[in-house]
């Protein structure tokens, strides 16, 4: 059993939902991804009051209780064939009777979560990094609530593919956001330097750890607007998110960063970031 839909624990290829689900209709729900190491599901409650705040934001009561999510989410992580994973959790605002933006009255929300074995980068990318473009932010004004209306999101990482690229950063106002499913961070003469958690990027779980780890090894960084003349010229960059976690950008818009290869404080980062990963996420 690797899903869940509304009280049911089933094989995914038999999940079904309603066409007139708002989720299938308008996009109207919010979703999280939690990584899963040797089946211990990485900072789940950071996760789930991620997720609240989500729900929140998008005025979608939250179907269960920290406890009850706990549960679920467990039962699932226990089931599946594979050890590490990635845990994905949708609800939507339900299925309707009809076509009809307001929030439907009486409508129990669809509660859908699906485990998959947890896919990291590649030696190869881990190795040499890997080449990205940038992009404009065409999205909504809050970043901030993973809803699971990803379109702007999945423009502009088919526009990355097109290009033989892994991934699209983008660019509002001339300021760097993130990327379509990360979150990106710069060095400059030895500093770490990533934007500010508000409205304009998602608040990664993943971009936390980066940070306290900072902060525990002493490693100098600014959180700060970065601008697009300053991402251009960074010393190094890298991605962070639960399925990438620290990953060198070697290439940006076809031009190298740095010396083209990932830097030493990209290296170290992630040397603490496995370290952390084996050392303590493994071990629950
Ligand atoms: N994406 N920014 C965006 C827009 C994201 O979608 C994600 C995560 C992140 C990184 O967040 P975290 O470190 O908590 O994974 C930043 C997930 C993995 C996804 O959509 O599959």
Redesign the pocket.
């Known amino acids: 059993m690797t899903a869940y839909l509304n009280g049911q624990f089933l094989p995914l290829a038999e999940a079904r939902i309603s066409p007139l689900d708002r989720g299938f209709l308008y996009a109207d729900g919010g979703?999280e991804?939690i990584?899963v190491y040797s089946r211990h599901p990485f900072r789940i409650d950071e996760?789930l009051h991620?997720f609240q705040h989500t729900l929140d934001g998008i005025r979608l009561p939250n179907p269960h209780s920290i406890e009850q999510w706990r549960a679920i989410i467990l039962r699932l992580i226990a089931q599946a064939p594979f050890d590490d994973q990635?845990v994905?959790i949708q609800v939507t605002r339900g299925a309707d009777t009809k076509r009809d933006q307001l929030f439907p009255k009486g409508v129990a929300p669809t509660v859908f979560l699906f485990t998959a074995p947890l896919a990291g980068p590649t030696a190869a990318q881990r190795e040499n990094g890997v080449a990205v473009i940038t992009t404009a932010d065409i999205r909504w004004g809050r970043?901030d609530l993973?809803s699971v209306a990803?379109l702007a999101?999945i423009l502009a990482r088919q526009q990355a593919a097109d290009a033989n690229c892994t991934e699209a950063i983008m660019l509002r106002d001339g300021l760097l956001t993130?990327?379509?499913?990360?979150?990106v961070f710069c060095v400059k003469n030895g500093v770490i330097i990533t934007p500010a958690k508000d409205h304009r990027?998602?608040?990664?779980?993943?971009?936390d750890v980066v940070l306290e780890l900072a902060v525990r090894h002493g490693a100098a960084h600014q959180v700060r607007d970065v601008s697009e003349a300053e991402l251009r010229s960074a010393d190094e960059l890298w991605l962070?998110?639960?399925?990438k976690e620290v990953l060198a950008i070697t290439t940006l818009d076809g031009k190298p960063v740095g010396s083209g290869k990932p830097g030493p404080v990209t290296r170290q980062m992630h040397e603490w970031y496995v370290a952390f990963r084996d050392g303590v996420m493994r071990r629950g």
Do not use: D, Q
């Open positions: 979703y991804v990584p996760h991620r990635t994905y970043c993973k990803l999101n993130e990327g379509s499913a990360t979150n990027i998602l608040p990664g779980i993943t971009y962070t998110s639960s399925t």
